[in-house]
């Protein structure tokens, strides 16, 4: 019996890293595409045909061929936005409410965690993580610890359980001092509109839903969302997100079998960034960060926050290959670098005490980074068609990466739009 395949494709650094695009770029080749974990503190930018799309909570795989895609039970879900979202796509002439399915195991965000999200982010005060403020953590915190509301309550005495959730956020709010809010309740009822406009949708048991597609023989794209950097346990701990952005989490979010996985594509950026708090051993302070951050565009597709930007770090990402398991390379924002005298990659840490260290420490905040130097490859790459036209310079950056990390680079994008994307042979 033919069985159907599931692959991966997820983050390795901070998030950001241009998963939206490659995505786009990929759906052609699967018959399903699939969020499992995030939510709308993701930001997935695509580009083609002059216009420019950010996805939250909807899979990137809406815009090629009218394929089903699925919100996964790991994904957290804020009805007001994820309808304003959708009726976006609609309006921009991308109706989605057929094939966009929501698994009835996904966790609603209240307009109480987004709240919360801000009272605890005030309460660690100059420990703040920088959160997108989008009530992420305090959803995934409600579901573990067995309070959380879901996709499937909306169908069974909601505005009973929704009033009991609501309670009991408030209690905590006030615990913490936090009693007045600015505009509650002209966003308590857009989030119960969002509600009302989420059962347009189809409801699903995603995990049925999705072993049956492979059954069926059809191939399944899993997006995931934020970068390995970010995983709950394996990023930076605490400055991450609430959820397992690593592969993994595409079986638990998805309810998908481990030996079903077949490639696990690892996105990283040709440099590194980062938005929000928290340790990042190769950031530049001085005006190549800032040249990067100019070139690259490197604003938050969300809150348009200013993202830190650095080299590329390969003990980080040799790291994330290793934990997710990682069997293909995809370099983005190339293009970025296209004009630079030098190109550095750190391959090396020197911990506090003076040892030099090529494993990811448990500590990274402090480490130094150790660099190796590339000679710039001064060519305006964003116009090729093949790999046959790069320049010497950069093989040598691609080709060191790639004996570095032990895995090959498949994809190699040279700037935003969905054309711009070199598949090697
Ligand atoms: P995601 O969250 O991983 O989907 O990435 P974002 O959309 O937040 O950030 C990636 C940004 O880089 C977006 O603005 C993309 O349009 C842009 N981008 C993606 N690939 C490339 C590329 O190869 N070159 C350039 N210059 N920009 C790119
Ligand atoms: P995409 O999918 C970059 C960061 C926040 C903050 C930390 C925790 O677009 O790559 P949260 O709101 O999740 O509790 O914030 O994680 N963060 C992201 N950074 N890209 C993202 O998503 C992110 N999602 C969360 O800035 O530091
Ligand atoms: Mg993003």
């Known amino acids: 019996m033919k069985t159907g395949k599931v692959d991966v494709l997820l983050g390795l650094q901070w998030g950001d890293e241009g998963k939206g695009k490659v995505?786009?770029?990929?759906?052609?080749?699967?018959?399903?595409?699939?969020?499992?974990?995030?939510?709308?503190?993701?930001?997935?930018?695509?580009?083609?045909?002059?216009?420019?799309?950010?996805?939250?909570?909807?899979?990137?795989?809406?815009?090629?061929?009218?394929?089903?895609?699925?919100?996964?039970?790991?994904?957290?879900?804020?009805?007001?936005?994820?309808?304003?979202?959708?009726?976006?796509?609609?309006?921009?002439?991308?109706?989605?409410?057929?094939?966009?399915?929501?698994?009835?195991?996904?966790?609603l965000i209240m307009p109480t965690h987004r709240i919360l999200d801000r009272a605890y982010e005030a309460a660690k005060g100059k420990d703040k993580v920088g959160t997108t403020g989008k009530g992420i953590g305090p959803t995934y915190t409600d579901k573990t610890s067995r309070n959380g509301l879901r996709v499937g309550d909306i169908l069974d005495n909601f505005g009973e359980k929704y009033r009991q959730h609501k309670e009991r956020h408030l209690q905590m709010l006030k615990a913490l001092g936090w009693t007045d809010f600015d505009g509650f309740e002209e966003t308590e009822k857009l989030w119960m509109e969002g509600i009302a406009y989420m059962k347009n949708f189809k409801f699903v048991d995603s995990e049925h839903e999705i072993n049956h597609i492979l059954r069926e023989g059809n191939?399944?794209?899993?997006?995931?969302?934020?970068g390995t950097m970010l995983d709950v346990d394996f990023g930076s701990y605490p400055f991450v997100t609430s959820s397992n952005t690593i592969c993994a989490g595409a079986c638990t979010g998805l309810g998908i079998g481990p030996n079903k996985i077949g490639n696990v594509y690892g996105i990283m950026k040709a440099y590194c960034t980062r938005v929000g708090a928290g340790p990042f051993p190769t950031e530049l302070f001085d005006e190549t960060g800032q040249r990067i951050r100019d070139l690259g565009h490197e604003y938050g597709a969300v809150t348009g926050?200013?993202?830190?930007?650095?080299?590329?770090?390969?003990?980080?990402?040799?790291?994330?290959?290793?934990?997710?398991?990682?069997?293909?390379?995809?370099?983005?924002?190339?293009?970025?670098?296209?004009?630079?005298?030098?190109?550095?990659?750190?391959?090396?840490?020197?911990?506090?005490?003076?040892?030099?260290?090529?494993?990811?420490?448990?500590?990274?905040?402090?480490?130094?980074?150790?660099?190796r130097e590339f000679k710039g490859w001064h060519t305006d790459m964003t116009k090729f068609t093949s790999e046959d036209q790069f320049p010497a310079e950069f093989n040598d950056y691609v080709r060191f990466l790639e004996d570095f990390l032990e895995t090959r680079i498949g994809i190699i994008s040279i700037g935003p739009d969905r054309d711009q994307t070199i598949i090697r042979k």
């Open 23 to 107: 995505v786009d770029v990929l759906t052609p080749r699967y018959d399903v595409v699939a969020r499992f974990q995030g939510g709308p503190n993701a930001g997935h930018t695509l580009e083609f045909e002059g216009q420019k799309y950010v996805l939250r909570s909807i899979p990137s795989g809406i815009f090629q061929g009218g394929k089903v895609n699925i919100i996964g039970n790991g994904v957290v879900l804020a009805p007001d936005l994820f309808m304003a979202e959708a009726k976006n796509l609609e309006k921009s002439g991308h109706p989605l409410m057929e094939r966009l399915h929501i698994s009835k195991k996904a966790h």
């Open 219 to 226: 191939d399944i794209l899993c997006e995931g969302a934020q």
């Open 305 to 371: 926050r200013e993202r830190r930007c650095g080299w590329i770090d390969l003990i980080q990402l040799r790291y994330s290959v290793m934990v997710n398991g990682v069997t293909e390379l995809i370099m983005m924002k190339s293009d970025v670098l296209d004009d630079f005298d030098i190109v550095k990659a750190c391959v090396a840490y020197e911990l506090p005490d003076g040892t030099i260290t090529e494993d990811l420490p448990y500590e990274i905040d402090g480490v130094k980074p150790v660099y």
